[in-house]
């Protein structure tokens, strides 16, 4: 096993640290910057995710890596300082994400496939040289009638192996994001059993493609009902439900569970963190790698106004800050 992978992907998830998912494509940058009034252009996104990475305290204490588009990886501050030298000056991490985007799979209506394999050795080489020690893949999971289909979800586990076992040869630790959505309407017990077959097919591909899960970090989303249930579930529902599912199919060699918000609100994120951790009794760490439930409050600050970015920067190293305490267990309402 490689010193330098595991060494990476412990301080990814150390002790009330966790990664900021900063990696919008363009077209969801631009999203997001449609809904708080901001024209997506090149100076706006580095403006914004400088005045992320410049966020001292934050940065410092709560965030032990941060996912970056390519065009980020890439990118000055306005003084001419690489985005990337921000993030380590930090102490920080910085890491790239690498999947080309989930896109409708041939024969399987309504599922997708992760694009991106093709090339990507020599893309990760690159990256390294820029300065990525950590890569994200993301496969996405509907839940619908008559889906997730065996096929589909076999397709999308094959390619996250493939993609972390690039990864590892390249030195770079791969975070391995299968990530069930919490879109329709179906109940908590519906996503436990599409989020427990799911880890059970990723695993096994792991171990196929010879993946060292000690060198790895996973993603997965937490188990909750449909954002359209009719039933929706408490916060201590979610945890057990949650660590129920990851103990039966997460491996202990596995360092550390960092999860994605998923659409759920910054609160209920931080919350249901805060009462697995709490639950106690677990082989790895969990902690977070959130994009919208780190990034909601700062957009919204900030506004796309310079007089801002102080405020958007108060609201961002509150959220990590609440964060932080929920991965430690410390957090109260
Ligand atoms: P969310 O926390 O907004 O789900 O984003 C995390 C992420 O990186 C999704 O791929």
């Given at each position: ?119 990507l050795a020599g893309r990760l080489k690159e990256y390294y040289d820029l ?183 108060a609201a961002f190293t509150h959220r990590a800050r609440m964060n932080s ?9």
């Amino acid at each position: 096993m490689n010193a330098e992978l595991e060494t990476i992907a412990q301080k990814m998830v150390s002790d009330g640290k966790g990664i900021l998912a900063a990696d919008e494509s363009t077209s969801t940058i631009k999203k997001r910057f449609d809904a708080i009034g901001v024209e997506s252009t090149e100076e706006n996104r580095r403006d914004y995710r400088e005045l992320l990475f410049r966020s001292d305290e934050a940065m410092k204490e709560y965030i032990s890596g941060v996912i970056l588009f390519d065009e980020t990886l890439r990118q000055k501050a306005k003084d001419g300082t690489p985005l990337v030298s921000l993030i380590q000056q930090a102490g920080s991490i910085p890491g790239i994400k690498v999947d080309a985007g989930a896109k409708p799979m041939a024969l399987f209506p309504g599922e997708t496939i992760t694009e991106g394999l093709d090339g990507l050795a020599g893309r990760l080489k690159e990256y390294y040289d820029l300065g990525a020690r950590f890569a994200k893949w993301r496969a996405v999971i509907d839940i619908g009638a008559g889906i997730p289909t065996p096929g589909a979800v076999a397709a999308n586990a094959h390619a996250l192996a493939r993609y972390a076992a690039l990864c590892q040869e390249a030195n770079i630790v791969p975070i391995v994001e299968p990530e069930v959505l919490m879109d329709g309407d179906h109940g908590i017990e519906r996503c436990y059993e599409v989020t427990e077959y799911v880890l059970r097919v990723v695993f096994g591909e792991l171990y196929q493609q010879r993946v060292a899960l000690e060198g790895m970090v996973l993603k997965p989303n937490m188990v909750v009902p449909g954002k359209k249930a009719r039933t929706q579930a408490s916060v201590a529902q979610v945890a057990e439900q949650t660590v129920r599912v990851l103990k039966a199919t997460v491996p202990a060699a596995v360092p550390g569970i960092a999860f994605l918000s998923g659409g759920q609100s910054d609160e209920d994120a931080t919350a249901h963190l805060d009462a697995m951790v709490k639950l106690g009794n677990l082989p790895w760490k969990l902690t977070y790698s959130y994009g919208r439930a780190l990034q909601a409050a700062p957009q919204k600050a900030w506004s796309g106004k310079a007089e801002n970015v102080a405020a958007a920067q108060a609201a961002f190293t509150h959220r990590a800050r609440m964060n932080s305490l929920a991965a430690l267990g410390r957090w109260s309402a």
